[in-house]
RNA sequence: GGGCAUGUGGUGGAAUGGUAGACACGCUAGUCUUAGGAACUAGUGCUAACGCGUGGGAGUUCGAGUCUCUUCAUGCCCACCA
């Protein structure tokens, strides 16, 4: 063995070893139980960045645990290939998005297998390549068929700078997800996913995932927003017309005092007076101009105005006026408020600039206010509120919503914010959604056996304002598949998170060219073990799957209805506090840490600061350090080569004759049983790699003290060094298998058993027992396990500690934790 | 405005209600070296000391970093959603 450790040339060799051997194949058929261990698969972007170095090797740690521990896992890569980055390159050096895709997975499959990741690469999937975008279209179709894929005209979110649509998920702040452009409200005919039929379920089916943190379940919860209320109609006095709206708070209908109808609101035009046409046309073309940030801002005062006619309250026979203004959102409800300025913070506002009336109807007796200052939107009683007077406000909502009922005039809703998916793209770089436009025959999806639709190779990328699909000759122009006339292709392409949305699936069966999946292969693999990725993943990607998933069980594709068992979202890498972007310069070069100290110190420094889930801030000083740890290890097993054996005989408690050989064996058996648990609990790598320096540290101090070694102690320290390996095997990959063969193995240490300790050995072999004195550590004292109760009591109380501190006071009573501590409680 | 996290040494962070600060980074001495940003050894929460210490304040308990209430700060997500 080489006295001094070469990573490079380590790990080049030992990667090229594993790929030839098949190290990592995973078969389908196996005696053992199976693990599907999953990253969230990267777009190509060109290169890794410390983000995917982190996110993989925490997976990349799992899967190995898992299999030295009896599992056949499952642990795939792939790429979310499609996507505008690649267009936008295309366009700027004139070449091929598919050749610049092409390229970047090259370069980033390099650098994985740098980074010494345990893929099998047979199940390779890429969301660009035909092969799988057939299956896309595929899958679109069957939804598409079950009435969930439908074309409306809508009011769509607009990005002017990737000239496309993006879904309500795709918008943060108003601005694009993307590219920060501000996100202006077009109408156009578009694709939709009907996921909102699946949003109680979705809503429900949360509880069934324990394995999520309560962040991601909240952040989804919040995102369905699932509201409970009652549709009340409002009969107009000069027209005959009604105006319903959604209100959750049917507990305040004797207190209003107008109503507000969004500026889009279908019948405005037929709710307005000719006197104030003028005014309302004016308010609404302002409206029209405005963009999502511009009205969307709280902090904007409220504006509206009056059109003209009224609304009569069926529970009072009041006439109050009926207003637009911006505040009411025509997407959400029925488009029109009821606003009772005593019980609404938003009402009271519009109805102090406007000088509206308003009226109490809810009151905290013990301390009524008039809400001339603010509005009352605790819980209360009803005043005001003729036979519902006195009554509790929640009571009061189901009573006054169940008249509205009898009356005709509403009734009970349960309403939610998510909204169907947009999946149109006005982009080339996505699969071409399946569909052709005849004349005569309307739209007809393109026959299962036509597919994939290919996308065109003759395509002009350096237009504006359309999609560069629009500029092929041969895409457009086709021919019905219903009558054979002449027919129009669907030119937009699908939203990358649709391809997203089942690639997990595909990983199962990668290589089918007759379905997306064999039902018995995605069933056998299926759900995901455990899924590691990002936070910024929480709402878009995993609620797309989640609901794909439920959506191919209904067709009948699958048999489960949650995709992802268990989901460990970790943090950010962050250099000097920030995260680390190219805009900032503090981006860390994966390839330089490569060259420079061996994927092994990338992967053992990138695990050990942070536990996964939390932020993780990278400093050079740290990753230094992980090198001569690494360094360290080396030279503890290569100085010692000679007196290690791999055959060693089983050392089990009492069979060593010398204490410091025993107490070694019981550190040993310590750092198995911690080692394993820290994995199992959370994957706390960072108090795991704390333990393998404990290890390391304690055979430094034991051996230390041994000029000359004797066959005990060789044998002690066998076992030491054998166990070192095997449980560091998972994290520095390529250090420990090449340790492993110098000291004469012919068997990959990737392919041994996890190591087992005996719970005798696991602990030490003395205690100390904590002495306390009302709550306060006054004494600690060595004492044997074996000490009963009272023997330990009375241990604490001859302590000399004990007897000074309780001179002339009142021993009032004792408490012992067996094997621990002694409580002594004074006066 | 609503929701969810998180507050522990100079720093990253450890601690089934039972020894707070494991393990590191950094720093201070020393050994070996022509040299060392290598390796090894010792030390390192604060305080001169009694003692004091887990953002602040209360509470439960024999005992609280941990549980409860309250308050402050930071971060993230959502947000005129009726």
């Known amino acids: 063995m080489k006295d001094a450790y070469f990573p490079q040339e380590i790990e080049k060799k030992w990667q090229k070893i594993w790929e030839e051997k098949g190290t990592f194949k995973t078969p389908d058929s196996s005696d053992k139980p199976k693990y599907y261990a999953l990253s969230m698969f990267p777009y190509p972007s060109g290169k890794l960045h410390m983000g995917h170095v982190r996110n993989y090797t925490i997976t990349d740690v799992i899967a190995r645990f898992k299999k030295m521990n009896g599992f056949n896992v499952l642990h795939p890569m792939g790429w979310d290939s499609f996507g505008l980055p690649a267009e936008n390159a295309a366009m700027k050096h004139g070449a091929n998005p598919e050749t ?26 890429a969301t660009c390549k035909p092969d799988y975008y057939k299956w896309t279209q595929w899958l679109f179709l069957q939804l598409y068929k079950k009435g969930l894929a439908y074309k409306k005209e809508a009011a769509v979110n607009w990005c002017e700078e990737c000239g496309t649509v993006l879904a309500n998920e795709q918008v943060i702040d108003g601005k694009c997800w993307r590219c920060d452009h501000i996100v202006e409200k077009k109408y156009l005919s578009q694709w939709f996913l009907k996921i909102t039929d699946y949003a109680e379920v979705l809503l429900e089916d949360l509880d069934k995932l324990p394995g999520w943190g309560d962040n991601v379940k909240t952040m989804q919860a919040n995102w369905i927003g699932k509201s409970q209320g009652a549709i009340l109609r409002f009969k107009v006095v000069e027209k005959d017309l009604e105006v319903p709206v959604y209100t959750t708070r049917p507990d305040t209908v004797h207190g209003i005092t107008y109503l507000v109808v969004a500026p889009e609101y279908k019948d405005i035009e037929e709710l307005t007076t000719p006197e104030n046409k003028e005014a309302v046309e004016a308010y609404r073309a302002n409206a029209r101009k405005m963009t999502e940030i511009e009205r969307l801002s709280t902090d904007r005062v409220k504006t509206g105005v009056p059109l003209g006619t009224h609304c009569i309250n069926p529970f009072t026979g009041e006439k109050f006026p009926l207003w637009t203004a911006d505040y009411a959102l025509v997407e959400y409800g029925t488009g029109a408020v009821m606003a009772v300025p005593a019980h609404d913070t938003r009402d009271f506002d519009f109805a102090k600039k406007y000088n509206l009336p308003l009226k109490v109807v809810i009151q905290d007796t013990q301390n009524p206010s008039d809400c001339k200052d603010a509005a009352y939107t605790e819980p209360g009683v009803l005043v005001s509120s003729n036979e519902f007077n006195g009554m509790g406000n929640e009571e009061a909502k189901k009573a006054i919503t169940q008249k509205a009922v009898d009356g005709g005039f509403g009734e009970f809703k349960t309403q939610y914010r998510l909204r169907d998916w947009l ?66 292709r669907e030119t937009d392409t699908m939203d990358t998170f649709v391809c997203s949305s089942w690639y997990y699936l595909r990983y199962s069966d990668a290589k089918n060219d007759k379905m997306p999946f064999a039902k018995d292969k995605v069933n056998k693999w299926l759900p995901v073990d455990q899924y590691v990725g990002g936070i910024e993943h929480a709402i878009l990607h995993l609620l797309y799957s989640r609901f794909f998933t439920k959506a191919l069980r209904d067709i009948g594709l699958l048999d489960f209805d949650e995709p992802f068992k268990n989901l460990l979202t970790q943090g950010m890498v962050l250099k000097d506090g920030s995260k680390m972007s190219k805009s900032k310069g503090n981006t860390v070069d994966p390839d330089e840490i490569f060259e420079n100290y061996g994927a092994d110190t990338a992967r053992l420094f990138i695990l050990s600061d942070s536990p996964p889930a939390r932020d993780f801030d990278w400093s050079d000083a740290g990753v230094e350090g992980c090198y001569k740890f690494l360094n360290r290890v080396w030279r503890l097993i290569s100085s010692n080569a000679d007196n290690i054996s791999l055959n060693y005989p089983e050392l ?23 080692i394993t648990n820290d994995i199992s609990n959370d994957f706390q790598f960072n108090t795991v790699i704390s333990k393998y320096r404990e290890l390391v540290n304690a055979i430094y101090d034991w051996q230390n003290k041994k000029p000359e070694l004797d066959d005990e102690d060789k044998n002690i320290l066998s076992f030491a060094i054998v166990s070192l390996i095997k449980l560091m095997s998972p994290v520095a990959v390529h250090l420990t298998e090449e340790a492993w063969h110098d000291l004469g193995s012919e068997v990959s240490i990737h392919d041994v058993e996890w190591p087992k300790w005996d719970e005798n ?67």
Not at 107 to 123: E, H, I, N, P, V
Not at 652 to 674: E, F, P, Q, T, Y
Not at 790 to 817: C, R, Y
């Open 100 to 125: 610049w895709t092409d390229e970047n997975i090259a370069y980033m499959t390099k650098q994985l297998k740098m980074l010494g990741l345990s893929y099998d690469w047979d199940r390779e999937v």
């Open 761 to 827: 050995l696991a602990k030490a072999s003395s205690i100390t027992l904590v002495v306390q004195i009302n709550g306060k550590v006054k004494d600690k004292i060595e004492a044997d396990e074996a000490l009963s109760q009272d023997e330990l009591k009375a241990l604490a109380l001859n302590s000399e500690k004990v007897k000074e501190l309780t001179q002339g006071k009142t021993i009032v009573k004792t408490i012992v934790v067996p094997k621990k501590l002694v409580n002594i409680v004074v006066k």
């Open 423 to 488: 999946v149109s793209r006005q982009r080339y770089w996505g699969a071409p959604i399946p569909v052709v436009y005849c004349d005569k025959c309307g739209i007809q999806p393109v026959p299962e056996e036509q597919l994939p639709v290919l996308l065109p190779k003759d395509v002009d990328f350096s237009v504006v304002g359309k999609s560069p699909i629009t500029t092929s000759k041969t895409f457009v122009n086709t021919t019905c598949p219903c009558c054979g006339g002449p027919a129009r």
């Open 652 to 674: 089990k408690a009492g069979s060593l004759k010398k204490k410091d050989n025993d107490d070694l064996l019981r550190v040993i058996h310590m750092a198995i049983k911690g």
